[in-house]
Nanobody, 120 residues
Framework: QVELVESGGGSVQPGGSLRVSCGASGSILGIFRMEWYRQAPGKEREFVAGFTENVGTNYGESVKGRFTLSRDNAKNTVHLQMNSLKAEDTAVYYC??????????????WGQGTQVTVSS
């Protein structure tokens, strides 16, 4: 089965940088949409960044100018470069994608999440 796998989370001091990645396992035909969300303890899930094929990329208001989304199409992977990190960026980051698995099947998938912690 096709799965989304996140990686690259960790702990960093305020002002530092991290890069998280999300890849779709197995052979797929394409990715229509891939997005990052985050959720901190006691808070609702928040949109962070994402792209839609043939439309473009979007960023959440709180991360504009600091985070950058990029794609590696050959590896069916997206990277989220997070710079100038703040304590309020601390959360579990989840990848969500709408993937065409084969000619007659497309699915909305969620990754398991990766922890990002920003503290002194």
């Amino acid at each position: 089965q096709v799965e989304l796998v996140e990686s690259g989370g960790g702990s960093v001091q305020p002002g530092g940088s991290l890069r998280v990645s999300c890849g779709a396992s197995g052979s797929i035909l394409g990715i229509f949409r891939m997005e990052w969300y985050r959720q901190a303890p006691g808070k609702e899930r928040e949109f962070v960044a994402g792209f839609t094929e043939n439309v473009g990329t979007n960023y959440g208001e709180s991360v504009k100018g600091r985070f950058t989304l990029s794609r590696d199409n050959a590896k069916n992977t997206v990277h989220l470069q997070m710079n100038s990190l703040k304590a309020e960026d601390t959360a579990v980051y989840y990848c969500n994608a709408y993937v065409q698995i084969h000619r007659n099947l497309a699915r909305d998938l969620w990754g398991q999440g990766t922890q990002v912690t920003v503290s002194s």
